[in-house]
């Protein structure tokens, strides 16, 4: 991050930058093979689909905000993919652990991703802000 008279700029470098436009294209491609019920290549795009999701994480880790989302966003395909295997089974409207529907097993994942960004939002956000705010002074 560099700061500017109080206010701060983050850019991205270029090659993470690939990256990201990458993880668009490898998601999207699993969505769609999702929605026209090509399992194969649906459940294969989950793969490359994670890993870059975790590459950028790693990548982006010294800055909190980042972390949190993009940990928020790998829980987000986690569940994604959950559902959509339970779905490929013929499991998503059929109780399959302790009466629980396939796809509401995509629940957790979800709820986790949204547990970091409560946890953000609500305790650290506020404690990060105020600790740039007297870096910056």
């Not at 560099?2 to 700029?9: A, L, M, R, W």
């Not at 999207?28 to 490359?48: E, G, Q, R, Y």
Request: hydrophobic share 55%; charged share 20%; with cysteine.
């Amino acid at each position: 991050m560099i700061s500017t008279n109080k206010e701060q700029i983050y850019s991205i470098p270029a090659h993470l930058r690939r990256y990201e436009n990458l993880h668009i294209l490898f998601w999207l491609l699993k969505d769609i093979s999702w929605c026209l019920n090509f399992k194969p290549l649906a459940i294969t795009m989950i793969f490359p689909t994670m890993i870059v999701a975790i590459y950028i994480t790693n990548k982006n880790k010294e800055i909190i905000s980042e972390l949190m989302h993009n940990l928020a966003v790998i829980f987000w395909i986690a569940a994604n993919s959950t559902w959509m295997i339970f779905e490929f089974l013929g499991k998503d409207e059929t109780p399959v652990w302790w009466g629980i529907d396939g796809r509401y097993m995509a629940l957790l994942p979800f709820s986790i991703g949204l547990g970091i960004l409560l946890f953000y939002y609500l305790f650290l956000r506020k404690k990060l802000l105020k600790k740039e705010a007297n870096i910056i002074l």
